[in-house]
């Protein structure tokens, strides 16, 4: 079963930019969809970017909210998905989960807060 763990989290001023990843510490992530989440106290997890799985050629897919300001990314040699993220607002605060839908996997999530 995969396992995955975040890193990459801080805080940053509006316009910043970060770069989260998604380690796998266990199995190998180029067989599965990576998604992003991002969730905020009160709120359920929202979807941020979602990454398929290497050769599967379905489409890498963007919430509306980050689209043309975030980009998903895998490093297969890492065995690592990323998550640069720039042009950053406050409202993108939150914490940062990455999950493995197929083995409903999450990691333990990331702080990132975009604030003056």
């Known amino acids: 079963q995969v396992q995955v763990v975040e890193s990459g989290g801080g805080t940053v001023q509006p316009g910043g930019s970060l770069r989260l990843a998604c380690a796998a510490s266990?199995?190998?992530?180029?067989?599965?969809?990576v998604s992003w989440y991002r969730q905020v106290p009160g709120a359920q997890r929202g979807l941020v970017a979602s990454?398929?799985?290497?050769?599967?050629?379905?489409?890498?897919s963007y919430g509306d909210a980050v689209k043309g300001r975030f980009t998903i990314s895998r490093d297969n040699d890492k065995n690592t998905v990323f998550l640069d993220m720039s042009s950053l607002k406050p409202e993108d605060t939150g914490v940062y989960y990455c999950?493995?839908?197929?083995?409903?996997?999450w990691g333990q999530g990331t702080q990132v807060t975009v604030s003056s």
């Open positions: 999950y493995v839908p197929e083995a409903t996997t």
């Open positions: 266990r199995g190998m992530l180029t067989g599965y969809t």
């Open positions: 990454i398929p799985r290497f050769f599967s050629g379905d489409r890498i």
